[in-house]
């Protein structure tokens, strides 16, 4: 199934108007040249009332999106993002919606998008999770670039027993896997 542009219907929708249109006062301006005037007046008055509503109507769904970015933040959603990002965002499907060095299936993002919605977000479609993980991958590469590149050699002999154990939790939990603690025989699960 082929995804039409919104734009693109909006101008084969109204390109035949358009066309007819200009027929119209062509036909006025030969035959009846008073009323020309009059319809070249509304027609430029309805024209300019079409792209003032598009110009608004863009503006407000940008703030929205915005608000978007600035709600996660606030409902604490930034490491369900990431996390999506980090595990989903490698899909090899051809079908699959791109940006940048990641491509997530569109089937994946719906069930995102529902989850965000079960989370309290006020995320309307897919196009909204668009710009939300553009947004975020944009501020990923960002910082990565900015970080620098870093090749430094470091030994695990030269962290102390309690450093490499907390290394070993962070690299479970970014695995999902389960650990418990033992301390003095007894077991912690986090």
């Avoid at 509503?53 to 600035?70: A, F, Y």
Wanted: proline share 1%; hydrophobic share 45%; net charge positive.
């Amino acid at each position: 199934m082929k995804k039409v542009n919104l734009r693109y219907e909006i101008i084969t929708t109204l390109l035949p108007v358009l066309f007819f249109y200009i027929f119209c006062l062509i036909m006025l301006w030969f035959f009846k040249r008073e009323s020309f005037w009059d319809w070249l007046f509304i027609g430029l008055g309805i024209v300019t009332v079409i792209i003032s509503l598009v110009i608004l109507l863009k503006k407000l769904s940008k703030k929205r999106k915005e608000d978007l970015v600035k709600n996660i933040n606030i409902l604490g959603l930034k490491d369900d993002v990431n996390n999506f990002i980090n595990r989903a965002g490698n899909n090899k499907d051809n079908y699959a919606w791109k940006h940048i060095d990641y491509s997530f299936n569109t089937d994946k993002m719906k069930v995102f998008v529902k989850v965000l919605k079960e989370k309290g977000l006020k995320i309307k479609n897919q196009a909204d999770l668009e710009y939300i993980l553009k947004f975020f991958i944009d501020n990923k590469e960002e910082n990565i670039i900015k970080g620098g590149f870093s090749f430094d050699k470091h030994e695990f002999s030269s962290l102390s027993g309690m450093e490499f154990e907390n290394l070993l939790v962070k690299l479970f939990e970014s695995i999902d896997y389960m650990y418990v603690k033992i301390i003095f025989g007894k077991y912690y699960y986090d």
